[in-house]
């Protein structure tokens, strides 16, 4: 299976709440597992990544927690700013060398408020 | 640097019509994709080529053709445009499989 399962669709936070974006994906083939931010006219950014060998990740307020028994990965913005208000997407690497693919999830948009 | 650049940024298009959109990329990355992105549907990819010269097909490719005669151009043409390819068009490239680089996308309505 192929998908990558996005949650929830939208999702509003009050500044310096925490905002939680969850992932989940069935093929135990995807090696590779980026987070993209999105503004309005912009094109998707590289946000923060992670490899299944590791179960966190954290730069700055962005934390990546992995699951790979649950085949889960969230991503937590702390102390969330008006700034950080973006769609943001879940991604997942899979094929083989060569081969590569992304599959997206369908996105979060979120909004936080001032 | 300029990045990843996509021309245009706005088009409309009548049924049947068909045009050609130009992805650039200063980054000298040998992999180039075409995504679509459509409300609620994420971002979908529609074909890629990991080389000068070659192309393959991704998720959603019917309808649509590219050609890469160029290591730092990738271009997405529509044959006959339907109401359906209606969507914001991202090229994205990359060094190897590693992390994309997405341009500002196109935004495409077909009448």
């Known amino acids: 299976q192929q998908q990558v399962k996005q949650s929830p669709q939208s999702l509003i936070v009050q500044k310096g709440g925490i905002s939680i974006i969850n992932c989940a994906y069935e093929?135990?083939?995807?090696?590779?597992f980026p987070w993209y931010q999105q503004f309005p006219g912009k094109g998707p950014a590289l946000l923060i990544a992670?490899?299944?060998?590791?179960s966190e990740k954290k730069e700055g307020r962005f934390t990546i927690s992995f699951n790979k028994s649950a085949k889960q990965f969230s991503l937590h913005i702390m102390d969330s700013q008006p700034g950080d208000s973006a769609t943001y997407f879940c991604?997942?690497?899979?094929?083989?060398?060569?081969?590569?693919?992304?599959?997206f999830g369908t996105g979060t948009r979120l909004k936080v408020l001032a | 640097n300029a990045g990843v650049t996509q021309t245009p940024k706005f088009r409309v298009l009548k049924t049947g019509q068909s045009m050609t959109l130009l992805c650039a990329q200063d980054?000298?990355?040998?992999?180039m994709y075409w995504y679509r992105q459509d409300p609620g549907m994420g971002l979908r990819l529609i074909h890629y080529?990991?080389?000068?010269?070659?192309?393959a097909k991704g998720e959603v490719p019917d309808g649509y053709n590219v050609s890469r005669l160029k290591k730092q151009n990738f271009l997405l043409g529509l044959e006959s445009a339907a109401p359906s390819q209606t969507s914001v068009y991202f090229c994205?490239?990359?060094?190897?499989?590693?992390?994309?680089?997405f341009g500002p996308g196109t935004r495409l309505t077909v009448l």
């Open positions: 992670i490899r299944p060998d590791v």
């Open positions: 991604a997942a690497r899979g094929g083989t060398s060569g081969t590569y693919k992304y599959i």
């Open positions: 080529s990991v080389g000068e010269g070659t192309t």
């Open positions: 994205a490239s990359s060094l190897l499989w590693r992390e994309q680089f």
């Open positions: 093929n135990t083939a995807f090696d590779y």
């Open positions: 980054m000298n990355h040998e992999y």
